[in-house]
């Protein structure tokens, strides 16, 4: 089975800028969680998605925002970016019997000029 | 809030040594816990988990128990191998929070 695909891999962006990030998930997983990596603040979790809600939100600007398709897969959109914006981001997918255990993509690594 | 505290790094061993990295949590209720590890320029793999006390997760050689007395899940393995060299995350699933929420992170640097 694939695991989870997210593109692009990488990406450079300026000041300004908005851009759009895509994740696939497992096939039968259908929530989807995104998260930043960074190596000031670690791991932080932006937002979850399950059938195409947000289910749960983390502590981010509202410059953050995501959706996820009728086939699960999900898109992030950071607007307006800024320095402090360059990270990994990675997504990951979970059955909905098993929401706590989550699969990792291999990440989108965003640099912003 | 829930939080995850790891023992800092880096943790240098030679090649067939024997490997712990301390995990302590605090959450409320009765969360999940897991050990993800991360290749240079990868994601983050699942390692191991484990769902309620005294369970022990297990893969490739690495074991972690839930401690529930001492809030701990330390990461153990008997021999470790230069292809151990990672990064290794603790973190954990409920709580007050449904959400991963990971440790700082623990740099395992193996020497032949």
């Known amino acids: 089975k694939a695991g989870v695909t997210q593109t692009p891999r990488y990406l450079i962006k300026t000041r300004g800028q908005q851009v759009t990030l895509s994740c696939s998930p497992i096939?039968?997983?259908?929530?989807v969680s995104w998260y930043q990596q960074t190596p000031g603040q670690g791991l932080q979790f932006l937002f979850e998605?399950?059938?195409?809600?947000?289910?749960n939100k983390g502590n981010f600007p509202g410059r953050f925002s995501g959706r996820q398709f009728s086939n699960s897969r999900s898109e992030m959109n950071v607007s307006t970016l800024e320095l402090g914006d360059s990270a990994l981001y990675l997504c990951?997918?979970?059955?909905?019997?098993?929401?706590?255990?989550?699969?990792f993509g291999p990440g989108t690594r965003l640099l912003v000029l | 809030g829930d939080s995850v505290t790891q023992m800092e790094g880096p943790v240098t061993l030679s090649e067939e040594a024997f490997l712990t990295i301390n995990c302590t949590y605090t959450?409320?209720?009765?969360?999940?816990l897991f050990w993800y590890v991360q290749y240079p320029g990868e994601g983050l793999q699942l390692l191991l988990k484990?769902?309620?006390?005294?369970d022990k997760g297990s893969n490739k050689g690495f074991e972690a128990t839930y401690r529930k007395e001492t809030t701990s899940f330390h990461l153990e393995k008997g021999s470790v191998q230069v292809s151990d060299s990672a990064v290794y995350f603790c973190?954990?699933?409920?709580?007050?929070?449904?959400?991963?929420?990971f440790g700082t992170g623990t740099l395992l640097a193996v020497q032949p």
């Open positions: 998605y399950f059938s195409e809600t947000q289910r």
């Open positions: 096939s039968g997983h259908r929530s």
């Open positions: 959450a409320t209720g009765y969360p999940s």
């Open positions: 990951a997918s979970s059955l909905a019997t098993a929401k706590e255990t989550q699969y």
């Open positions: 484990a769902t309620k006390a005294d």
């Open positions: 973190a954990l699933y409920g709580g007050a929070t449904n959400k991963l929420i």
